[in-house]
């Protein structure tokens, strides 16, 4: 079986081919037209308040966002823009992928959903445990996933 794979069905179409896509994933119900602030309990670690607002091109690092954020409920994907700039997001870039190739990105300005990924195929079950498990030793650590 042929894992992430998936079909993106937004909301609206653009002809603009210089429109970047992004993706936020996460457990959360919203609609088109809603904002994801800053702000609020983050989806992952000590679930302090969030400083920024995390989101991707990569379907891929979507797929983990949702398969990993706290909560109940299905992990969703979200096609977002940016109301504002966005940044490298540190916590990748700097730490673990220099260059960015999981094209990764923070802001402080909320993301407004203009649609969302209905059909995606999660991590092999094998593959999601690992990365469980590797967050629980970082967490048993002491060490935050995102520290912002």
Do not use: C
């Amino acid at each position: 079986m042929e894992q992430n794979s998936s079909v993106v069905k937004p909301s609206e179409t653009t002809n603009d081919l210089n429109t970047q896509s992004y993706y936020h994933g996460t457990k959360a119900n919203l609609k088109n037209g809603d904002l994801i602030a800053p702000g609020y309990s983050s989806n992952y670690g000590k679930r302090k308040k969030a400083n920024f607002v995390y989101l991707t091109a990569t379907l891929d690092a979507a797929i983990w966002g949702a398969e990993l954020a706290q909560g109940e409920g299905a992990g969703r994907i979200y096609i977002v823009e940016p109301t504002g700039p966005i940044e490298d997001d540190p916590n990748l870039t700097d730490k673990k992928f220099p260059g960015n190739p999981t094209k990764s990105y923070r802001t402080r300005h909320p993301l407004r959903v203009t649609g969302e990924v209905t059909e995606w195929q999660g991590h092999a079950p094998e593959q999601l445990q690992a990365m469980k498990d590797h967050l629980a030793r970082l967490k048993e650590q002491g060490i935050e996933a995102i520290e912002d």
